[in-house]
């Protein structure tokens, strides 16, 4: 009877929950025997994976509850014995999971899987620049003029402005044979998988993308349209540094929060999504939260340089400019009054 029960259980669990498609699962075995799980931890269990508990000997069982498994996640115990000599669960959150033998805990018969979403997954951020923001939305002057160049432009000759490491210095090689209608310009997202704020330094970094920024703030792939993605696992937490060639970079504060192998992330609601708070951000209208312009020379802050190295090597001049703050194709007193000037002394938190 306890047989019947437990794999209606599961089959009740499969066809009850929403797991991501996860097209290369695994099944995970853990052998229970000699008072212990063996493997006694996975620590690269997918969303779509299987655990299989296998009875080798002994009667054991493999339990759990609710404060031992992420928020949300469906609890189990089975008896693994020879006459229930197998169970499978499949996990439908991320997180990790703890579980024991019940008569054999005190023993230390114990163990746990962490789980993260299947290899590849999609981020869909929105943010807006403080140079072509209109108090609604950003102007398209740079793409309407037909200035935006073609390929990525975070890879330019160095030095840059004077500054030989600009903050977003990237060779990646994404170009398009067009522009697609109703561009900004273009931003690098650079991904970084880490516990919090403070643990997201340049070194948790696994992902850069060259990509375009729409007039609502949104980041779109190549096509113009499309929700970025890239096909690699978040085991911690996601971060996303978003740089722009005069504006000053950010990041998010918290872990975003995935669902459905898409990770949604929106910048402009509050200054308390922005890692530094207010200090690394900028409030373009009320309520509404943006970056930081006038970072000319990409050293990500404000400051003299900024003035003396770009704008007054450039003013008056029209085109794809550093100097341009306000993101439109021309560079004068504006750029240097109403953004230089007011943010200067200002940097990015990014850590």
Request: net charge negative.
């Amino acid at each position: 009877m306890r047989k019947n029960i437990s794999v209606l259980s599961l089959i009740v669990i499969l066809f009850c929950m929403h797991i991501p498609t996860n097209l290369n699962a695994t099944k995970w075995i853990v052998n229970v025997q000699s008072f212990s799980f063996t493997p006694s931890s996975l620590p690269n269990v997918h969303l779509g994976d299987t655990i299989r508990w296998v009875w080798i000997n002994g009667s054991h069982t493999t339990t759990t509850t609710a404060p031992n498994i992420p928020p949300g996640a469906t609890i189990w115990s089975s008896p693994i014995t020879s006459a229930v000599p197998s169970f499978e669960y499949i996990p439908a959150v991320t997180g990790t999971y703890n579980y024991w033998c019940i008569p054999h805990q005190g023993m230390g018969m114990v163990g746990s899987f962490v789980v993260s979403l299947p290899p590849g997954f999609a981020f869909n951020l929105k943010i807006f620049l403080e140079g072509p923001f209109d108090g609604a939305a950003m102007g398209t002057s740079l793409s309407g003029k037909g200035l935006l160049p073609l390929d990525q432009p975070f890879g330019p000759a160095l030095p840059y402005y004077g500054n030989n490491s600009p903050s977003w210095y990237y060779t990646g090689t994404e170009v398009v044979d067009a522009l697609p209608a109703d561009v900004v310009d273009w931003v690098l997202v650079e991904l970084r998988d880490a516990p919090n704020g403070a643990s997201a330094t340049g070194a948790t970094m696994f992902a850069r993308k060259a990509l375009f920024l729409k007039p609502d703030g949104s980041i779109v792939d190549l096509n113009g349209s499309s929700t970025p993605s890239v096909n690699v696992s978040v085991t911690q937490g996601l971060f996303a540094v978003i740089y722009h060639r005069n504006h000053v970079a950010v990041m998010n504060a918290n872990p975003i929060t995935g669902s459905g192998g898409v990770y949604n992330f929106d910048f402009t609601t509050s200054s308390a999504n922005f890692y530094g708070g207010t200090t690394g951000c900028k409030e373009l209208a009320p309520g509404v939260w943006g970056m930081i312009a006038s970072d000319g020379n990409a050293d990500n802050q404000v400051n003299d340089f900024d003035k003396i190295d770009v704008w007054a090597t450039e003013a008056g001049l029209s085109g794809y400019l550093g100097s341009d703050f306000s993101v439109e194709s021309e560079s004068n007193n504006v750029d240097k009054n109403t953004y230089w000037l007011p943010n200067l002394g200002k940097s990015s938190k990014v850590p």
